[in-house]
Structures are given as structure tokens and as C-alpha cells.
């Protein structure tokens, strides 16, 4: 567990499955940085734009521009992509990386991916195959998770980094 980052980083070589792990550490800091400078990119509930900001964020925004929704609502999507590609660049064949139920992954042959939710009755009973090369599940949970969904929630002007 990476602050409220928990989940699983799977590569072919320790020293790859390291490289996940700080990839998803220094991007959690640049996050955390950026929001203490910016609060209103953690608590924006619908696309906002960030101008100048890490990398991690302008993911982020991009992802919620496409979604129409705040940029935290890609955060963990985005940890997992960015953690593989540093794996993938630091040479490894096979990334994995499950971010509070977001799946990045990068293999050369397919993978199944678990469902498990606590002791529902399908926990451990449904798989998602994964085709080979880079791909990723998506998921949310109300249950298992920490998602705000309380409707529609405009920051007051002086907080807005730029017209949407």
C-alpha cells in the first residue's frame, strides 16, 4: 500500500515489479504536490483545465475530459498505465499493475483477471480475459472504495485553473 494506493504489481523480474512500485510512489508525491498548489484538481467533479502541471495530472485531465468527469476519478487508471509503461521501458516483457481495481497491463499472451469483491456470491466466480500487448480493465465500487458521487459541483472561481 503506496498512501491510498493499494494493489498488485506483477512483471517478469523483481527488479521491474520495483520500478512499478516507484513509478506509482513519485507519481502519488507529484499528485499530492500538485493538488496542495491546486486544490481545486482534487475535488472537481466534472473536466477542468490544468495548464502547466506533471505529467500524472495532465493524464488525468485528459481522462476526464473524455469522461466528463473530475480528474480524481482517473487517478487510479492513470498510477497503474504510467507504473506499466515504466515498467515496459525499464525492459520488461509482462507488466501488471492493479491500482484500487484499475488494471493496467502489457503481456505477450492473454491473462485473466479475477473478480473479487469480499464474499458476494460471484466473488472469485468471474474472470476478464486480457488480450495480449497493452490493454486495462476498468472498475468502480461504492463498496470497496472511496468514490464521491454526490452530483455536479463547480469550484468558486478563484479556486478555477482555467476555463473548461
Not at 4 to 12: F, K, Y
Not at 45 to 73: Q, T, Y
Not at 135 to 160: D, L
Request: proline share 7%; glycine share 10%.
Amino acid at each position: 500500500m503506496l498512501g491510498e494506493s493499494r494493489g498488485v504489481v506483477i512483471a517478469d523480474a523483481a527488479e521491474h515489479a520495483e520500478v512499478g512500485v516507484k513509478s506509482i510512489r513519485r507519481n502519488r508525491l507529484e499528485l499530492r504536490s500538485h493538488i496542495s498548489q491546486q486544490p481545486a484538481f482534487g475535488v472537481a467533479l466534472e473536466p477542468i483545465d490544468v495548464g502547466e502541471c506533471p505529467s500524472v495530472c495532465h493524464l488525468m485531465a485528459e481522462a476526464a475530459w473524455r469522461a466528463n468527469v473530475g480528474p480524481m476519478a482517473a487517478v487510479a487508471g492513470t498510477l497503474a498505465e504510467i507504473a506499466v509503461a515504466d515498467m515496459l521501458e525499464s525492459g520488461a516483457k509482462l507488466a501488471v499493475v492493479e491500482n484500487g481495481g484499475e488494471i493496467a497491463a502489457h503481456t505477450l499472451r492473454s491473462i485473466n483477471a479475477g473478480l473479487i469483491v469480499g464474499t458476494t456470491p460471484l466473488s472469485r466466480r468471474l474472470a476478464f480475459k486480457i488480450s495480449p500487448e497493452t490493454s486495462g480493465v476498468a472498475t468502480s465500487s461504492g463498496r470497496y472504495s472511496y468514490p464521491s458521487a454526490s452530483g455536479t459541483q463547480t469550484p468558486p472561481p478563484s479556486s478555477r485553473m482555467g476555463p473548461p
